[in-house]
Structure formats: C-alpha cells, structure tokens
C-alpha cells in the first residue's frame, strides 16, 4: 500500500480558490491512495489487547498509520497559507471539515455562484472563427462547475445551446 502512496503524482496545490474542483482532486486522491477512510471516519484506534497477535499488531500499526498518511497527504495538497490554519489540527476528519467550512462557503453564496455560472451559460455565443469542438468545451466548464455546486443542468439545455447559437456558416 505504501508503495501505491508514491507512485500516485501529488496532487495540485490548493490556494483557496475554485474549492469545488479541488476538492474532487483531493478527495480521489485519498481514494486512490485507500485513505479516504481515514478522513471520513474519525474514529479512535483500538489499544491492543494484553497479548496481541501479530495479525493485530500489524493491523494496529497499519491503521494509525494510514491515519497519518492521510493527515500528511492534505498537508502536501495545500498552499503554506492554509498550512498554517491547519497545522494545530489533530486529525485528518479534522482537517478535512476545516477545509470545507473555510472554503466550501454557505448556502446563500453557493446560490450565487451557481446563478453567476447559469448567466455565464446562457451570454455564451459562439464566434464565426471558433469550432463546434472549442465551444463545446467552454460551455462543458461552466456546466461542470454548475455541477460540482449541487446544481444541475441538463444535457439537453446544452444540446439547445449549442444548436441555437451555431453561427450561419453552419445552417
């Protein structure tokens, strides 16, 4: 497992911005590296028993540290900044929340930021020199980020889109 750890790239710095996407990244990350777990569940280690086993042992020793090495994998995912907020933190579960109140924002401007990207969606015209394939693109990122917001926005409003705006070229 620990040789899983290595082979996976780091994932992106997070500086604070755009945390919707980074927290995907870093939420796979954990999954792909089997430490999600860790950072979901926040619960104490088990104490050895007065003669444990090996099996215990080693499971004893594999869990606390799996535990670390989630800790020490949302230390390597974020900037200096937010390292400094988090460092006191006990806990991966710990960290984890911290970075979700801090960043994740509040209903009221998450309503906003979604009304903002449906606004951007619907200004969106394609230009005379762009490809279907390139504003296809662009409209698939605002939809995207629309998406990791809770909100969503049909396939089939993108299609329309898509095909009203195309310019006469096309027709």
Request: net charge neutral.
């Amino acid at each position: 497992m620990a040789s899983n750890m290595y082979s996976l790239a780091s994932p992106p710095e997070f500086t604070g911005g755009n945390y919707q996407m980074q927290v995907v990244r870093m939420k796979t990350y954990l999954q792909a590296c089997d430490f999600w777990d860790a950072v979901e569940q926040e619960h104490e280690t088990q104490p050895l028993p007065a003669d444990p086993t090996l099996a215990q042992i080693r499971n004893h020793r594999e869990e606390r540290a799996r535990k670390f090495k989630a800790k020490t994998c949302l230390y390597s995912a974020v900037s200096e900044a937010i390292f400094s907020r988090i460092i006191a933190l006990d806990t991966a579960k710990q960290i984890w929340n911290y970075l979700q109140e801090e960043f994740h924002g509040n209903e009221r401007i998450i309503q906003m930021q979604v009304l903002n990207l449906r606004r951007e969606f619907e200004m969106q015209k394609m230009k005379e020199t762009e490809t279907i394939r390139d504003f296809s693109d662009k409209l698939l990122s605002i939809v995207n980020k629309v998406r990791l917001l809770g909100e969503d926005l049909l396939d089939k409003r993108v299609v329309e889109k898509i095909l009203v705006t195309l310019p006469k070229r096309f027709e």
